[in-house]
């Protein structure tokens, strides 16, 4: 018995260590959707924390978790119209950024009601609820926060000083009354619109941490301190602690990051909570600002350090609490409790006879009042947040509408003034309609079989799509398309996200007519949001975008001949894998010519203005024999660049600004013109986004730029090479991956709105860059170029084989070729997957003479390959190929799937005879005929 029980004790004890090891690594974000301004306190080792809410009834969610990665939602801290008025409330009004503390027993949720009453507070034993009524405050400013000192006095801070300064004021929070004069204390950093103020004391100082920068890519959080709570506060020197508005970041799928509290769990650690969003594209945001955690360094007497100085990422690789995940939520709600789940939302203050989960056992009905989603009122909607860009929500609805008036249906709703609504109206009518801003659209509208149906909404990244089934289930029907980005903070303005919802009205007239919804299904997508992150669905994206489906059909004299085997053998892939050439050692090096001509289909070819044309009205078009080598090779070649703000030649000095012009446009469209037909694909301009920064160095380019304006010069630049060859392929090369470069693009168009650029280029030189390293960057990267609908080119690709990080020039290394082999294979991989990326080409094929003096080639400086090169050639050459052979069927054709690409058909006849084709295989070339004679 005695044995029995040390084993007990035994296994028990390595049960209680495995709980208190840390766990490693989580997912931001950690509270996804339509949750911003976190909040969050503790209390033993349990974390609460609450979010803004504006016009949605209940208010402020209340949130539980034990190890600040998972959250439950307990309640809300406002469930009592007595509690809280939001009738008629603005969008996007209502509850703002409240602040969650625990006190002696006691907590308090102080937060601001924008559309009524100012600063409150109010407090409960369980934060699950029943909350107080509200105390009201008589503070101006917005965002308030509580802190108490060592003595037990309490403090108030929001900002709303004289200007715009964080203000403190000591307060009974028995009454609600300040004891002081609100008293300004720090007016940030420098960044606009300081806000969301929160105390703590530490190490004997006090800190004040705050958000500056507005609600988008510029919101940040900075930090101060003081030994007395009242100031002087002196700014950290690193401010901001934590921004994405930063080089390092701006690729970044999290972006906005800022508006935080600060937590120190039970075991000393500290952590940070804090709002961000993630762009689907270009720079909207559907699902909102959403809620993200980062570990805190925080060294004695020190400053904090939100994950170690690095940018937050989507995945967090660091130590972390003992994980403690919550049961899956139910993917169904079937109407069976008493009330409303915590997900669920009502618009503003609600007419609860209006909702009912009695009135038909087991389904949530809805009477339609007579205001309609378009009104800035309380219409008859229960929605719950959209959480996630890929995502599937249906309901099953019964619906008998009595009048034309009356209708009910499912809503993708961000506010009263932008949202698409698929409703059933009399007649079993079903109608599909958005509402953006002032335009009201029915985009389709069909007879359904009955007045029970399936509705449903797919979301995915940038899409959303609407179908129904009459049929209980068995067969959707597809509607249409609309995309998400007019749902967005960017285009309808405010600060929520988007909800799902159900809805009914009587649209004027309150309705006879009840809604009965019998279920509602939320259900992330995970294989579309695995796709959406990129690298782990890499290998299917090839398959469904590189690949076509092909069809050979083999002829004798017109007459198709069957069991006949067909070899087919890849010449060359459709997709461009490049390098550029440099001249210099593709002149010196046999090698370099054997190993560039072995793997790659598509050269750059350089040409910088002042190389070429050393003395005026002399240029030297030295490339003619390059492209020729080129040409007999089937390997396409392409010109950089014709316009570059680096490069001008010294006898433009002195010229006017219109001669410059005359220059620069005679430059582009002899160029073109000289190399007709063996270099068609041109960069007109390079790197427009930054061409101020080298005003000293080229002061008659970038003159010309300010004087005629950086649009209407790159303009000029694509005119004239047009003229020298009307049918070039033209681009634009940059290298920013923030807003510039998209905001040239848009600007970069003819009278009817066209672009006027065949290609968009975009460099990636990751030798400082180490953000493009991150799968989620690159992808973002290309998705925020995609959404022009031209063909992107990666142009200048590098990653280098040393594991230095700067400080060029470093060597090469083992390890780092090691790396640099499993980057190439891993970029090359996302890069080739993604439908919009038509080329890639990599910088400088060797380290000889590179770059900075960076091992950034792919061979080294005695041109012998590296591991990369030798991975690269394997997927180029090996896997990313069709090599193989086909026999035809009894009706004289085999089917197949093959890369896109050029290929050799070789028939072998009955007689032994061979016979061979060269054909491309492409979207347009699907069916290939072997007819021979």
């Given at each position: 018995?005695?044995?029995?029980?040390r084993?007990i004790?035994?296994?028990?004890?390595?049960?209680?260590?495995?709980?208190s090891i840390k766990?490693?690594?989580?997912?931001?974000?950690?509270?996804?959707?339509?949750?911003?301004d976190?909040s969050?306190c503790?209390?033993?080792n349990d974390?609460?924390?609450v979010?803004?809410?504006?016009?949605?009834?209940?208010?402020?969610p209340?949130f539980?978790?034990?190890?600040?990665?998972h959250?439950?939602?307990?309640?809300?801290?406002?469930?009592?119209?007595a509690?809280?008025k939001?009738?008629?409330c603005?969008?996007?009004?209502g509850?703002?950024?409240?602040?969650?503390r625990y006190?002696q027993g006691?907590?308090?949720m102080?937060?601001?009601?924008?559309?009524?009453?100012?600063h409150f507070?109010?407090?409960?034993?369980?934060?699950?609820?029943?909350?107080?009524?509200p105390?009201w405050i008589?503070?101006k400013?917005?965002?308030?926060?509580?802190f108490?000192?060592d003595?037990?006095s309490?403090?108030l801070?929001t900002?709303?000083g004289?200007?715009?300064e964080i203000i403190?004021?000591?307060?009974?929070?028995?009454?609600g009354k300040?004891?002081?004069?609100?008293?300004?204390v720090?007016?940030?950093?420098?960044?606009r619109n300081?806000e969301g103020?929160?105390i703590?004391?530490?190490d004997?100082?006090?800190y004040l941490?705050?958000?500056?920068g507005g609600v988008?890519i510029?919101?940040?959080a900075?930090?101060a301190?003081?030994r007395?709570?009242?100031g002087p506060?002196?700014?950290?020197p690193s401010n901001?602690?934590?921004t994405?508005n930063?080089?390092?970041?701006?690729?970044?799928?999290?972006?906005?990051?800022?508006?935080?509290?600060?937590?120190?769990?039970?075991d000393?650690?500290w952590?940070m909570?804090?709002?961000g969003?993630r762009?689907t594209?270009?720079r909207?945001?559907?699902?909102?600002?959403?809620?993200?955690?980062?570990?805190v360094?925080?060294?004695?007497?020190?400053w904090?350090?939100?994950n170690?100085?690095a940018?937050?990422?989507?995945?967090?690789d660091?130590?972390?609490?003992?994980?403690?995940?919550?049961?899956e939520?139910?993917?169904?709600?079937?109407?069976?409790?008493?009330k409303?789940g915590?997900?669920?939302?009502?618009?503003?203050t609600p007419?609860?006879?209006?909702?009912?989960l009695s009135?038909?056992?087991?389904f949530?009905?809805l009477?339609g009042s007579a205001l309609s989603?378009?009104e800035?009122?309380?219409?008859?909607f229960?929605?719950r947040?959209?959480?996630h860009?890929?995502?599937t929500?249906?309901?099953?609805?019964?619906f008998?509408p009595?009048?034309?008036n009356?209708?009910?249906?499912l809503?993708?709703y961000?506010?009263?003034?932008?949202?698409y609504d698929?409703?059933?109206?009399?007649?079993?009518?079903?109608?599909l309609r958005?509402?953006?801003?002032t335009?009201s659209?029915?985009?389709k509208e069909?007879?359904?079989k009955?007045?029970?149906?399936?509705?449903?909404?797919?979301?995915?990244?940038?899409?959303?799509?609407?179908?129904?089934s009459d049929?209980?289930?068995k067969?959707f029907?597809?509607?249409?398309?609309?995309?998400?980005?007019?749902?967005?903070?960017?285009?309808?303005?405010?600060?929520?996200?988007?909800y799902v919802?159900?809805?009914?009205?009587?649209n004027g007239?309150?309705s006879r007519?009840?809604?009965?919804?019998?279920?509602?299904?939320?259900q992330?997508d995970?294989?579309?949001?695995?796709a959406w992150k990129?690298?782990?669905?890499?290998?299917?994206?090839?398959?469904?975008?590189?690949?076509?489906?092909v069809?050979i059909i083999?002829?004798?004299k017109g007459k198709?001949?069957s069991?006949?085997?067909v070899?087919?053998?890849?010449q060359?892939h459709?997709f461009?894998?490049?390098s550029a050439?440099?001249?210099?050692?593709?002149?010196?090096?046999?090698?370099?010519?054997t190993h560039?001509?072995?793997i790659?289909?598509?050269a750059?070819l350089?040409?910088?203005?002042?190389?070429?044309?050393t003395?005026k009205?002399?240029p030297?078009y030295?490339?003619?024999e390059?492209?020729?080598?080129?040409a007999?090779?089937?390997?396409?070649c392409?010109g950089h660049?014709?316009i570059?703000?680096?490069r001008?030649?010294k006898?433009?000095?002195?010229?006017k600004?219109?001669e410059?012009l005359d220059?620069?446009k005679q430059?582009?469209?002899?160029?073109?013109?000289?190399y007709k037909?063996s270099?068609d694909?041109?960069?007109?301009?390079?790197?427009l986004?930054t061409?101020?920064v080298?005003?000293?160095t080229?002061?008659n380019?970038?003159g010309?730029?300010?004087?005629?304006g950086?649009i209407?010069l790159a303009?000029?630049?694509?005119?004239?090479?047009?003229?020298?060859?009307p049918?070039a392929v033209?681009m634009i090369?940059?290298?920013?991956?923030?807003?510039?470069?998209?905001?040239?693009?848009?600007?970069?168009t003819?009278?009817?709105?066209?672009?006027?650029?065949?290609?968009?280029?975009?460099?990636?030189?990751?030798h400082?860059?180490r953000e493009l390293?991150?799968n989620?960057?690159?992808?973002?990267?290309?998705e925020?170029l995609a959404?022009f609908?031209k063909?992107v080119?990666?142009?200048?690709?590098?990653?280098?084989?040393?594991?230095?990080?700067?400080?060029w020039?470093?060597?090469t290394?083992?390890?780092?070729?090691?790396?640099?082999?499993?980057?190439v294979?891993?970029?090359?991989?996302l890069?080739?997957?993604?439908?919009?990326?038509?080329?890639?080409?990599?910088?400088?094929?060797?380290?000889y003479?590179?770059w900075?003096?960076?091992?950034?080639?792919?061979?080294?400086?005695?041109m012998?390959?590296?591991p990369?090169?030798?991975?690269l050639?394997?997927?180029?050459?090996?896997?990313?190929?069709?090599?193989?052979?086909?026999?035809?069927?009894?009706?004289g054709?085999?089917?197949?799937?093959?890369?896109r690409?050029e290929y050799?058909f070789?028939?072998?006849l009955?007689d032994?005879?061979?016979?061979?084709?060269?054909?491309?295989?492409?979207k347009?070339?699907k069916v290939i005929?072997?007819?021979?004679?």
């Amino acid at each position: 018995m005695g044995k029995i029980k040390r084993h007990i004790l035994i296994v028990f004890t390595i049960i209680v260590s495995v709980c208190s090891i840390k766990a490693q690594g989580f997912q931001n974000p950690v509270i996804p959707g339509f949750y911003p301004d976190p909040s969050v306190c503790r209390v033993g080792n349990d974390f609460y924390l609450v979010t803004s809410s504006f016009e949605y009834f209940p208010g402020i969610p209340v949130f539980h978790s034990k190890d600040l990665i998972h959250w439950k939602q307990i309640g809300h801290c406002l469930t009592r119209p007595a509690q809280l008025k939001l009738d008629k409330c603005k969008s996007s009004e209502g509850l703002w950024a409240p602040t969650i503390r625990y006190h002696q027993g006691v907590f308090y949720m102080v937060n601001t009601n924008m559309s009524d009453g100012g600063h409150f507070y109010v407090t409960a034993q369980d934060p699950a609820g029943e909350w107080s009524d509200p105390i009201w405050i008589d503070q101006k400013g917005i965002d308030p926060s509580l802190f108490w000192d060592d003595d037990g006095s309490a403090y108030l801070v929001t900002n709303g000083g004289p200007r715009g300064e964080i203000i403190l004021s000591k307060i009974d929070l028995e009454t609600g009354k300040l004891l002081t004069e609100p008293f300004p204390v720090w007016l940030g950093s420098g960044g606009r619109n300081p806000e969301g103020p929160h105390i703590y004391k530490k190490d004997r100082w006090y800190y004040l941490l705050i958000a500056e920068g507005g609600v988008n890519i510029a919101h940040s959080a900075t930090i101060a301190r003081s030994r007395n709570i009242f100031g002087p506060y002196v700014g950290c020197p690193s401010n901001p602690i934590l921004t994405h508005n930063c080089n390092l970041a701006q690729v970044n799928p999290i972006q906005g990051v800022g508006h935080g509290d600060l937590v120190e769990a039970s075991d000393g650690s500290w952590w940070m909570l804090f709002l961000g969003h993630r762009p689907t594209w270009g720079r909207h945001y559907p699902l909102g600002r959403e809620t993200f955690l980062a570990p805190v360094i925080w060294p004695k007497d020190g400053w904090p350090v939100i994950n170690n100085g690095a940018p937050i990422t989507l995945n967090m690789d660091c130590s972390t609490l003992p994980q403690y995940p919550w049961e899956e939520t139910p993917v169904r709600d079937d109407f069976t409790n008493e009330k409303p789940g915590f997900e669920w939302n009502y618009l503003r203050t609600p007419v609860l006879e209006n909702y009912s989960l009695s009135a038909k056992r087991g389904f949530l009905t809805l009477t339609g009042s007579a205001l309609s989603l378009d009104e800035q009122d309380t219409p008859t909607f229960l929605g719950r947040r959209q959480q996630h860009f890929n995502f599937t929500a249906t309901t099953q609805m019964e619906f008998s509408p009595a009048a034309a008036n009356e209708t009910a249906g499912l809503t993708v709703y961000m506010n009263n003034r932008y949202h698409y609504d698929l409703y059933l109206q009399k007649g079993n009518k079903l109608v599909l309609r958005y509402k953006i801003g002032t335009i009201s659209h029915v985009k389709k509208e069909i007879k359904i079989k009955g007045e029970k149906v399936q509705l449903r909404v797919n979301g995915k990244a940038r899409t959303y799509v609407f179908s129904y089934s009459d049929d209980n289930g068995k067969t959707f029907y597809p509607l249409d398309t609309i995309d998400t980005h007019l749902l967005s903070p960017l285009t309808a303005g405010g600060f929520t996200g988007v909800y799902v919802g159900l809805f009914a009205s009587g649209n004027g007239k309150l309705s006879r007519s009840k809604a009965c919804f019998d279920w509602f299904d939320y259900q992330e997508d995970k294989s579309q949001e695995e796709a959406w992150k990129g690298q782990s669905a890499a290998h299917e994206r090839i398959e469904q975008h590189r690949k076509e489906d092909v069809r050979i059909i083999v002829k004798q004299k017109g007459k198709k001949i069957s069991n006949v085997p067909v070899e087919m053998n890849m010449q060359r892939h459709e997709f461009l894998f490049g390098s550029a050439i440099f001249g210099s050692r593709w002149e010196k090096f046999e090698a370099y010519k054997t190993h560039f001509a072995d793997i790659f289909n598509f050269a750059t070819l350089l040409i910088y203005w002042p190389d070429m044309e050393t003395e005026k009205d002399l240029p030297k078009y030295s490339l003619n024999e390059l492209a020729s080598w080129c040409a007999a090779r089937n390997i396409r070649c392409k010109g950089h660049p014709l316009i570059y703000n680096s490069r001008e030649p010294k006898w433009l000095t002195g010229m006017k600004r219109e001669e410059v012009l005359d220059r620069v446009k005679q430059r582009c469209k002899d160029v073109v013109s000289h190399y007709k037909g063996s270099i068609d694909t041109w960069e007109a301009i390079n790197e427009l986004s930054t061409w101020e920064v080298y005003s000293k160095t080229t002061p008659n380019l970038t003159g010309l730029m300010d004087t005629i304006g950086k649009i209407d010069l790159a303009k000029v630049c694509f005119a004239a090479a047009r003229q020298g060859n009307p049918d070039a392929v033209l681009m634009i090369n940059d290298h920013t991956y923030d807003n510039r470069y998209p905001d040239i693009l848009r600007q970069l168009t003819d009278k009817q709105g066209k672009p006027i650029y065949d290609l968009v280029g975009i460099q990636c030189h990751i030798h400082n860059h180490r953000e493009l390293l991150n799968n989620d960057s690159l992808w973002a990267m290309v998705e925020r170029l995609a959404v022009f609908n031209k063909p992107v080119h990666v142009t200048e690709l590098t990653v280098v084989s040393s594991l230095e990080t700067g400080g060029w020039p470093a060597p090469t290394t083992p390890e780092g070729e090691e790396q640099q082999k499993n980057d190439v294979e891993r970029i090359y991989t996302l890069l080739f997957s993604h439908p919009a990326v038509e080329a890639i080409t990599w910088w400088d094929l060797s380290d000889y003479n590179a770059w900075k003096g960076a091992p950034s080639g792919l061979l080294r400086k005695d041109m012998t390959p590296k591991p990369a090169y030798e991975a690269l050639k394997k997927l180029i050459k090996d896997k990313w190929v069709t090599n193989k052979t086909v026999v035809t069927d009894a009706a004289g054709t085999a089917n197949l799937r093959v890369f896109r690409g050029e290929y050799c058909f070789t028939v072998t006849l009955a007689d032994g005879s061979k016979h061979k084709f060269i054909r491309t295989v492409g979207k347009t070339d699907k069916v290939i005929v072997l007819d021979i004679p």
